[in-house]
């Protein structure tokens, strides 16, 4: 749509080949983490840092930047990582 940003239905759809992609990792922790994750709770919880339901491509790249610390695994019910930052 030429918007900018993607909607949640694309994050969902990125994050998920995504996964799919690094799960084919040699590394044992890498392919933990894809498999462990969940796009739904990913894209609302990380990706969509202001809550408008878009990511943003600034959004994208600050969790780009730290994707260690923006995982939302299955079963996740709450995250502190969800805390906007301003900088």
Do not use: I, M
């Not at 990706?47 to 923006?70: I, M, N, V």
């Amino acid at each position: 749509d030429k918007s900018g940003a993607l909607d949640r239905k694309e994050a969902v759809a990125f994050f998920n080949d995504l996964k799919k992609v690094l799960a084919k990792s040699t590394d044992a922790d890498v392919k933990k983490q894809a498999d462990e994750a969940n796009a739904e709770d990913w894209a609302r919880k990380f990706a969509d840092a202001d809550g408008d339901g878009k990511l943003t491509y600034k959004e994208f790249q600050r969790w780009a930047e730290a994707p260690g610390e923006h995982v939302a695994k299955k079963g996740d019910s709450h995250n502190d990582n969800n805390k906007k930052d301003d900088h």
